[in-house]
């Protein structure tokens, strides 16, 4: 079974920054696909960011653009989610997820993703 761990999360000031990490077994971290999603209280669970573990490439959420930074860093079999600028739209349980890109094209697609974490709390206050 594969393992996905996050952690990094808090409450914050709008204005404020966080550093999500999400840490993957050795399995998990083969997968081709690592993403974060986040669903807000009566939300359905949203897309925000993810990368091709092979060569860094990322995609992102429209509303994120700009303000968040996925990374990785395959010696530790870790993403991390550079969060700056937090609005108090950003309030959410962030997870993560690890996949392979079934369908081609789409990494904010749900089915991409085979693992996922427990997810963890970002409050953002105004």
């Known amino acids: 079974q594969g393992q996905l761990v996050e952690s990094g999360g808090g409450s914050v000031q709008a204005g404020g920054s966080l550093r999500l990490s999400c840490a993957a077994s050795?399995?998990?971290?083969?997968?081709?696909?690592v993403g974060w999603f986040r669903q807000a209280p009566g939300k359905e669970r949203e897309f925000v960011a993810a990368i091709r573990r092979s060569d860094g490439i990322a995609s992102y959420a429209d509303s994120v653009k700009g303000r968040f930074t996925i990374s990785r860093d395959s010696a530790k079999n870790t993403v991390y989610l550079q969060m700056n600028s937090l609005k108090p739209e950003d309030t959410a349980v962030y997870y993560c997820?690890?996949?392979?890109?079934?369908?081609?094209?789409?990494?904010?697609?749900?089915?991409?993703?085979?693992?996922w974490g427990q997810g963890t709390q970002v409050t953002v206050s105004s």
């Open positions: 997820a690890a996949g392979d890109l079934y369908y081609s094209g789409s990494y904010s697609h749900r089915g991409n993703y085979d693992f």
């Open positions: 050795e399995r998990t971290f083969s997968n081709f696909l």
